[in-house]
């Protein structure tokens, strides 16, 4: 039975975007309020201090998992993926023409230095 709530969930996850787990950690953040609140005034401390724990412990996992993301995501730009940087590469890639107008300073541009991910907005 609990391998199944797993797999039901992993699966609900998959299928699921952001705005959806927004929504449970609203809902789990309103079941806190609530269930700190119910705490008698001589636990308080003892429930603030578990839920300052668990908080630290379920966050660092979280926010590492999402760093590792977003440095994947931003820091290999998506050249190939993006129309725009396909044609201004185009453009900049095209050298001057031979003879005297030659630009002796020209130098050819590569893809790494710039792309502007239109397509991960």
Request: glycine residues 4%; aromatic residues 10%; proline residues 5%.
């Amino acid at each position: 039975m609990f391998c199944k709530l797993i797999v039901c969930a992993n699966q609900w996850i998959k299928e699921s975007d952001w705005k959806d787990l927004a929504l449970v950690k609203l809902c789990l953040c309103a079941l806190g309020v609530i269930l700190g609140l119910t705490a008698l005034r001589k636990n308080r401390k003892f429930a603030l201090a578990v839920s300052v724990v668990v908080f630290i412990a379920t966050w660092l996992p979280v926010m590492k998992k999402f760093a590792a993301v977003a440095a994947e995501t931003f820091g290999k730009p998506s050249f190939a993926d993006c129309p725009f940087c396909r044609k201004v590469s185009a453009l900049l890639s095209r050298k001057p023409a031979g003879g005297e107008d030659e630009d002796p300073d020209w130098e050819d541009p590569s893809a790494d230095d710039f792309c502007c991910d239109i397509d991960l907005a």
